[in-house]
């Protein structure tokens, strides 16, 4: 039930879904009370204004993103350890794994071993679905590193985890299993604030190897580098509103976390 909820209540509070409650608000006084339908149509004009421009999706993006960007080259470590998130299973009409807008995850984690920072890859991850009879995702990232030249011996999977917690919690009985003490934790850069205060919490050594970065110096600096630029991110954009959200899920995230006592 906590899993379902975590999905579904944010839903209400995402740029989006607040503008359609916003909206259906305003159709209702319409009808009962007229005067008043203007005051949630407005704010749900604001919202979307402000979602869907670029500073506001860069600025949140960005204040998650460059938190824990390495200071200096990544160190050696005992396994790298790869959350999921990144990975579609192979269903019709799919011939094959594919990946999510976080598959920059696998291949980093792939980039990783071959560069030698570690011998082993853990692969946490099961798969959220209401349909009976899909595969852990463990099994779709495995299929992946080892389609891009990681050997299949140098891949443990974690089947079990359905979320950030669970992810720390599974992968630390196989840290201790092994006599593994220092590892390195792979997954989207805006997931790795939370991800990292949940594995401390979890007292488990890691070093932040985030990937995946949308908002680069580049883009941050291209924000204002014309006025006719400026002027076309004031504009909102449904990618801009992807991040925003995304942004936005990562904060409430890290918010029910502290309350379920996981960071």
Same mark, same amino acid.
Request: hydrophobic share 45%; proline share 7%.
């Given at each position: ?23 259906? +608000? @305003?159709? =209702?006084?319409?009808? !009962? ?7 949630? *149509?407005? %704010?749900?004009?604001?919202? $979307? ?54 598959g920059d995850r696998v ?17 946490? +991850? @099961?798969? =959220?679905?209401?349909? !009976? ?7 779709? *990232?495995? %299929?992946?590193?080892?389609? $891009? ?9 974690e089947k ?104």
């Amino acid at each position: 039930m906590f899993l379902f909820l975590s999905k579904f209540l944010p839903l209400f509070v995402y740029p989006l879904g607040l503008t359609t409650l916003l909206l259906l +608000g @305003g159709l =209702i006084l319409a009808w !009962k009370r007229p005067q008043l339908a203007l005051l949630p *149509m407005g %704010i749900s004009v604001i919202v $979307i204004f402000l979602a869907g421009n670029a500073w506001v999706s860069s600025l949140l993006v960005q204040s998650l993103e460059w938190q824990q960007i390495p200071k200096k080259e990544l160190p050696e470590a005992e396994a790298i350890i790869l959350l999921g998130g990144s990975t579609r299973v192979p269903t019709p009409p799919r011939k094959t794994v594919e990946i999510t807008e976080a598959g920059d995850r696998v291949l980093y984690a792939a980039h990783l071993y071959k560069e030698g920072k570690a011998p082993l890859i853990i692969a946490t +991850g @099961g798969r =959220i679905t209401w349909l !009976k009879n899909s595969p852990p995702e463990a099994d779709s *990232m495995k %299929i992946l590193l080892t389609e $891009i030249g990681v050997p299949e011996e140098a891949v443990i999977e974690e089947k079990q985890a359905l979320n950030t917690y669970q992810n720390a919690v599974y992968t630390k009985e196989i840290l201790e299993q092994r006599g593994i003490k220092k590892s390195l934790l792979v997954t989207s850069a805006s997931h790795m604030p939370r991800s990292m205060l949940v594995f401390k919490k979890q007292d488990i050594n890691v070093i932040p190897a985030p990937t995946d970065f949308t908002v680069t110096q580049l883009d941050w600096e291209q924000l204002q580098s014309t006025p006719q630029v400026t002027i076309l991110n004031l504009i909102p954009d449904a990618g801009r509103l992807q991040q925003t959200t995304q942004a936005l899920k990562e904060y409430i995230g890290i918010v029910v976390y502290w309350l379920k006592g996981w960071i």
